[in-house]
């Protein structure tokens, strides 16, 4: 399995980037896809999770609200898209696939097997 993850850049306190994760080379139908984010000094941390099949998504508490987590099967591509951008949410975001987790598990990172190379997300204030 790979993932690509792309969108990142450069935005304003208060702006939106959306992120997205074109996955392929597996069949996910028992798989989630997760996004996680390491910021400089600081251990790598769960932001949001989908289920492949049916959807369901799960979000850190510190992205409630303002982030949102898609996907797109047609295409093998999952998003996020992040509203209301603050200098915290400055990171290096990864996206992630593991299989059979569940809503309990879906933000543990240990319960993802494949990463991508991350995209690099700074919010200037």
């Known amino acids: 399995v790979q993932l690509q993850a792309s969108g990142g850049g450069l935005v304003q306190a208060g702006g939106s980037l959306r992120l997205s994760c074109a996955v392929s080379g597996g069949t996910f139908s028992n798989s989630a896809i997760g996004w996680f984010r390491q910021a400089p000094g600081k251990e790598r941390e769960f932001v949001a999770a989908?289920?492949?099949?049916?959807?369901?998504?799960r979000y850190a508490e510190y992205v409630k609200g303002r982030f949102t987590i898609s996907k797109n099967t047609a295409t093998s591509t999952v998003y996020l898209q992040m509203n209301s951008l603050k200098a915290e949410d400055a990171a290096v975001y990864y996206c992630?696939?593991?299989?059979?987790?569940?809503?309990?598990?879906?933000?543990?990172?240990?319960?993802?097997?494949?990463w991508g190379q991350g995209t690099l997300v700074t919010v200037s204030s």
């Open positions: 989908i289920k492949w099949s049916g959807g369901s998504a």
């Open positions: 992630a696939a593991g299989s059979g987790l569940i809503s309990s598990t879906m933000a543990r990172s240990s319960g993802y097997s494949y």
